[in-house]
């Protein structure tokens, strides 16, 4: 174990937030968690109407950084601050009403560095919220790697699971999107960096919302189509088939509703 895991290693962890008071608690918590203890968080508000603040600014934790944006920038906006605040290793993402298993890093970063690996995610499982009761949903099993042409067929690698290593970034930002920036930003990593891989663990809870991607599905299927029209430059007949594949696969992952 320590062989991989150096003290020096560090791993920034993005986390944007917008009127996300009923969960950024849990979710800064399973972080402040995490066996593995050389991260920094940075927290960027994109200027939330709710509480999220004042519940924000009641971690003390010096390893969190926050950041209060005066007015909603959105999500990609966010996420780019983070990538340009933050300068370690790695670089791990989580969204504000997601959480983490306790030993999410310490293992993922063990896994890259033993393997070499630059881009990786894992297994998740889903959840909803219904009257203050959480309902577990069937964890959703990832292929074991993805190639950018497998990628556009099935898009199974949950933001919050994923870590990637600094260099495969270059000049790779999230787009201005309103829905599906994390979509196209897998994409352009993958076009770089050939292959994810996965460390077939579950380190991640993934909350669906009646505002997250699942419940907008139309949405999403017009943006990816889109993403890959304008993008990815695929043919109409390549196009047909990622749209038509991606929700065959959201489908199987959750259901119709």
Not at 15 to 31: D, E, F, H, M, Q
Request: glycine residues 2%; hydrophobic residues 35%.
């Amino acid at each position: 174990m320590k062989k991989y895991l150096k003290k020096e290693l560090i791993v920034d962890i993005i986390l944007p937030n917008y009127n996300g008071a009923s969960s950024i608690k849990r979710s800064i918590n399973s972080v402040i968690s995490q066996s593995f203890k050389n991260w920094k968080l940075f927290i960027i508000d994109d200027g939330s109407k709710d509480n999220s603040k004042k519940i924000i600014n009641k971690f003390k934790n010096i390893n969190i950084n926050k950041i209060y944006l005066n007015r909603n920038r959105g999500v990609s906006y966010c996420r780019n601050l983070g990538i340009k605040k933050s300068k370690s290793k790695y670089i791990a993402f989580i969204d504000s009403d997601d959480y983490w298993t306790k030993n999410k890093l310490r293992e993922q970063i063990k896994f890259m560095e033993k393997f070499y690996y630059k881009f990786t995610y894992s297994d998740y499982t889903p959840f909803k919220v219904v009257n203050k009761k959480k309902i577990i949903k069937k964890k959703i099993n990832s292929p074991v790697s993805f190639t950018y042409n497998k990628f556009i067929n099935n898009t199974t690698i949950a933001m919050s699971t994923v870590v990637i290593h600094r260099s495969i970034l270059g000049k790779i930002k999230f787009k201005n999107f309103t829905i599906c920036e994390d979509y196209l930003f897998k994409c352009e990593l993958l076009k770089k960096n050939k292959i994810a891989n996965k460390i077939n663990k579950n380190t991640m809870f993934y909350q669906i919302s009646k505002n997250s991607k699942q419940s907008n599905k139309l949405k999403n299927i017009y943006w990816i189509w889109y993403i890959n029209k304008k993008y990815n430059k695929l043919s109409s007949y390549k196009n047909l088939k990622s749209v038509i594949c991606i929700i065959f696969n959201s489908i199987k992952k959750y259901g119709f509703k």
